[in-house]
């Protein structure tokens, strides 16, 4: 009944994040189904990855591929069928794998049972209704009349969780205790203890931090999610909730077991990511200011505002004492791939050195490891697009597998798909033919994957000592093993006590002379000081 110890081994877990409807089709209809993810368990498992992740999967109308939920209880007929789901978590656990769900806690889809019947009843409080015309709020379609507050999309209305601070001039403010409220946080306990029961290991928690509304701080969004993680521990020992909040330093300290850095939060709309990844190309939020990012190979950029953002919430998890890890994604659903504009494959390397030496938990999406790229040209599907530069289409692309053999990681020729189109560009990688060549960047990933999981020095928990966050971006894990990273194109230097006598681990592109060590272009090195 699936993996459900991963909350003991987040420490040196490593996620892979799966987009349902684009990684594997196995009944040809021409999407992505539960069945075509566990054929290519084995794969997953060559690789190394420990937990993976999938975006939503519940039944939905996918106004917002997913994210606009019809039945939390119900898999999407497009995918399967709940026993595809608890089988699929049965395989993963043979393996080893845990597997975690999208959990769109904040929101229902228009069409749910819930909002159908709260639009018809002026007493149904599970959602946030207003008896007059106010800002941000929709008409109701159903007998009640009246307008409903959205989260996202209008077709997405809010859950109500409450307000911190309620407003007798805004009757809609219901204070975080009112019956509504309460509803909702039990619907959520019961969401996730029926998947738990069909070997889930955990939720992924779509919109973590804006569950109740205008809270000052997040004291109330905390505490909601301080009391969900304790009944998690008592009730479900083992399991895991991860947050999409975007500011590990908060929200770990609120309840969850970890929180990515992503392209929002933090007080500074996602900059520790965006310093590290952002390349210009691909998804764009008009928001944004224009810098260049450490990952470039004009080797303009510089990791620094990750790096404080990394030791702010590192700090931060210390002190509560609950325990939890940062997350660092190479990509996801929402946000452009590595592969992306001018940055190729090969200078992803760097990049991906990075994410499986950290020390947070990384977070590979799908197609990263074999160098898929974003692809500026995708038609705008269910929902992708949220600018005149953000369309989240091109990063939610079809895996490509290509030939493989019989013998191979699942079937051979995958079938067509009718989602999204997949990458026409000469020479786009395949995992078939990555698999066949040795030095592909599919076999890079998976020689980091090992060696995260075999030297201890590359836990969550082992100390770090930052050396430089320009070119090279050079760092120690636990005291002894030096990882210098440049992915920029002209070759760089740094000084580094006993690189001479160093150990190579891996390396590529990488001269040690006495106390220096030399990178070409887009180069790496990961030395074990003490050999």
């Not at 919430?313 to 592969?339: E, M, Q």
Request: glycine content about 12%; overall charge negative; charged content about 20%.
């Amino acid at each position: 009944m699936g993996v459900t110890d991963l909350a003991g081994r987040l420490d040196r877990a490593v996620l892979y994040q799966i987009y349902p409807q684009s990684f594997a089709d196995a009944d040809g209809d021409g999407v992505g189904d539960l069945r075509g993810i566990a054929g290519r368990l084995d794969y997953l498992a060559w690789l190394g990855v420990d937990a993976l992740w999938l975006s939503p999967c519940f039944a939905s109308p996918f106004a917002d591929a997913g994210y606009d939920v019809a039945d939390f209880l119900r898999v999407a007929p497009r995918y399967g069928t709940n026993d595809d789901l608890a089988a699929l978590a049965d395989e993963a656990a043979r393996r080893g794998i845990a597997v975690l769900l999208d959990l769109v806690a904040g929101h229902t889809s228009d069409q749910h049972p819930w909002f159908r019947a709260a639009a018809d009843d002026p007493a149904d409080d599970r959602y946030v209704w207003s008896s007059t015309p106010a800002d941000g709020f929709q008409p109701g379609p159903g007998r009640r009349g009246g307008y409903y507050l959205p989260n996202f999309f209008p077709v997405q209305p809010a859950l109500n969780f409450g307000y911190a601070r309620p407003d007798p001039a805004q009757p809609w403010r219901q204070p975080v205790d009112a019956p509504g409220p309460r509803a909702n946080r039990a619907a959520l306990r019961e969401i996730m203890a029926f998947w738990f029961d069909r070997g889930v290991a955990g939720f992924r928690v779509d919109m973590a931090g804006s569950l109740v509304k205008d809270d000052p701080g997040l004291v109330e969004t905390g505490r909601l999610w301080r009391g969900m993680r304790d009944w998690v521990d008592a009730a479900h020992p083992g399991r895991v909730l991860v947050a999409e909040w975007g500011d590990p330093r908060v929200s770990v300290p609120a309840g969850f077991h970890a929180d990515f850095f992503l392209q929002f939060g933090g007080g500074n709309e996602g900059l520790a990511l965006r310093s590290l990844w952002n390349n210009g190309a691909g998804t764009v939020d008009e928001v944004w200011e224009d810098r260049h990012a450490w990952a470039d190979a004009a080797g303009l950029g510089d990791a620094a505002p990750f790096v404080a953002a990394w030791r702010e919430a590192d700090a931060a998890i210390t002190a509560s004492g609950r325990g939890g890890v940062t997350g660092l994604p190479t990509s996801n659903h929402d946000f452009t791939r590595l592969v992306a504009g001018d940055r190729d494959a090969e200078q992803a390397r760097a990049a991906l050195v990075l994410a499986l030496t950290w020390p947070s938990m990384p977070s590979i999406y799908y197609g990263d490891e074999i160098g898929m790229r974003y692809l500026p040209d995708a038609p705008t599907t269910e929902g992708s697009r949220l600018g005149p530069r953000y369309d989240r289409a091109g990063s939610r692309t079809p895996m490509p597998w290509g030939g493989l053999t019989a013998d191979g990681f699942g079937p051979g020729v995958p079938h067509d798909s009718r989602y999204l189109p997949q990458d026409p560009a000469p020479g786009a990688p395949t995992v078939a033919g990555a698999v066949a060549d040795p030095g592909s960047l599919l076999h890079h990933v998976r020689g980091l994957i090992a060696l995260r999981h075999a030297d201890r020095r590359l836990d969550v928990g082992s100390p770090v000592r930052v050396l430089s966050t320009r070119y090279p971006f050079a760092y120690l894990r636990g005291g002894t093993l030096a990882v210098l990273l440049n992915p920029g194109r002209a070759p760089v230097s740094a000084e580094l006590t006993g690189a001479g006598r160093a150990a190579v681990v891996l390396a590529r592109g990488c001269r040690a002379e006495g106390d220096a060590v030399h990178l070409d272009g887009h180069g790496y090195a990961v030395l074990d000081l003490v050999r």
